[in-house]
């Protein structure tokens, strides 16, 4: 888990240190603590998809609680998304060995801030709850996931799925997914 400053002051995690984009790229999240109408939020997003939900960030007060409640929640969405074969075949067995990290680069932080903004307005104007608000942000176009300069937007939800067919292409049929 990539942590923001302020999210790793909040919880305590210590130092932190650079590391490479997990070679599971589902089990590299990037995760920032934010504030919408006086009520902490925790966006964390998949660092190489943006595929991204959102919990409260009250009563997270160490790096153990956040953990949990972390996995938690990215758990309870993937399955209210349709995807938790993804969550238990490759996220899931790595929820034993959780480390924090630094951002991993400007471009992941720039996606995640512009995200957080529109969070922070669908919160307080549409009164969106945070477990509501993951659908309506993996539906964002974002300039940062294109693949090719042909490509100018993608969505979250389309560059998660693309990590899906890529395991697929590694010899995990699409059936044993579903």
Same mark, same amino acid.
């Given at each position: 888990?990539? !942590?923001?400053?302020?999210?790793? @002051?909040?919880? /305590?995690?210590? /130092?932190?240190?650079?590391?490479? !984009? ?24 998949? @660092? ?12 997270? @007060?160490? $790096? ?59 919160? @307080? ?6 477990? +509501? ?8 176009? !974002? ?7 042909? $490509? ?12 899906? +067919? ?13």
């Amino acid at each position: 888990m990539r !942590l923001s400053q302020k999210l790793n @002051t909040k919880i /305590k995690a210590g /130092k932190m240190i650079e590391m490479p !984009l997990n070679e599971n790229s589902y089990a590299d999240w990037s995760c920032h603590l934010f504030t919408a109408d006086r009520t902490q939020y925790i966006i964390m997003s998949n @660092t190489k998809s943006l595929y991204s939900c959102v919990m409260y960030g009250a009563g997270i @007060t160490d $790096d153990n609680r956040f953990i949990e409640r972390a996995l938690s929640t990215i758990r309870e969405f993937m399955e209210d998304d349709g995807q938790p074969f993804v969550y238990q075949r490759f996220i899931a067995p790595d929820n034993g060995s959780v480390s924090f990290a630094k951002a991993l680069n400007r471009s992941v932080t720039g996606s995640m801030n512009d995200l957080v903004n529109h969070a922070k307005d669908w919160l @307080t104007e549409d009164e969106l709850s945070p477990h +509501d608000l993951g659908f309506r942000l993996n539906d964002i176009l !974002l300039s940062s996931l294109a693949r090719s300069k042909s $490509d100018f937007y993608w969505k979250p939800s389309e560059a998660f799925k693309q990590l899906a +067919d890529r395991y697929s292409d590694e010899g995990v049929s699409r059936d044993d997914r579903d």
